[in-house]
């Protein structure tokens, strides 16, 4: 696959593909609240197979976040599923509104492929954790959560992050077993200039 078309490897203009995914995101989401917006959509490394989560702030504040941990679909239809999961679907918070968009600062985190973490005790999956740079998925049975790398913002320690980790999964903060796997990526995020919000 060449580079110009691959989100997960090298495009030939990044910032293009990531004001791309941008504008396509605020189109989605306002084309579902009953306002129209077209985004053009042949930008190099569109049609790829990619994975993204889309994340909608408000005055710095979580307004939605939902994403995909997995290239399953092109990056094209995944930012568009996703920019309007976490506006309307995002179960922690109420339907996002048409007045509210304009107000509201999106994000798009271009996710590369998994990478599995070997270790033989919880200590030694700590020390292999890089801070502000791996997102990181914890799965035990049927188990299942995700911290993008941004979250390390937060929760700068790796012991604390885990912990966090393991409750967002819905297991106790000091849970651990042999059965425990964990996987790391790292992300592109591309963020909105305050000046095409609303636009």
């Not at 679907?89 to 509104?97: E, G």
């Not at 299942?144 to 966090?164: E, G, K, N, Y």
Request: charged fraction near 20%; include cysteine.
């Amino acid at each position: 696959m060449s580079t110009d078309t691959t989100p997960h490897g090298e495009p030939a203009n990044p910032q293009a593909l990531g004001a791309s995914l941008l504008r396509i995101a605020r189109a989605s989401i306002a084309t579902a609240l009953g306002h129209p917006m077209d985004a053009a959509e042949d930008t190099p490394g569109l049609q790829a197979p990619g994975a993204c989560f889309v994340t909608l702030t408000q005055h710095g504040q979580l307004r939605g976040c939902i994403g995909s941990l997995e290239a399953r679909r092109s990056l094209l239809a995944d930012v568009k599923a996703n920019a309007v999961a976490a506006a309307l679907h995002d179960t922690r918070f109420a339907p996002l509104s048409l007045a509210e968009l304009e107000h509201t600062d999106l994000e798009v985190s271009v996710l590369s492929p998994m990478q599995a973490i070997h270790f033989q005790s919880e200590a030694d999956a700590l020390a292999q954790l890089r801070p502000g740079v791996d997102g990181v998925v914890f799965e035990y049975g049927s188990y299942r959560s995700t911290f993008l790398p941004q979250v390390w913002a937060q929760l700068p320690d790796a012991r604390d992050f885990m912990a966090h980790l393991k409750r967002k999964a819905g297991l106790p903060a000091d849970f651990w077993a042999a059965g425990v796997c964990l996987q790391r990526y790292t992300v592109q995020p591309w963020h909105e200039p305050r000046t095409t919000r609303g636009s």
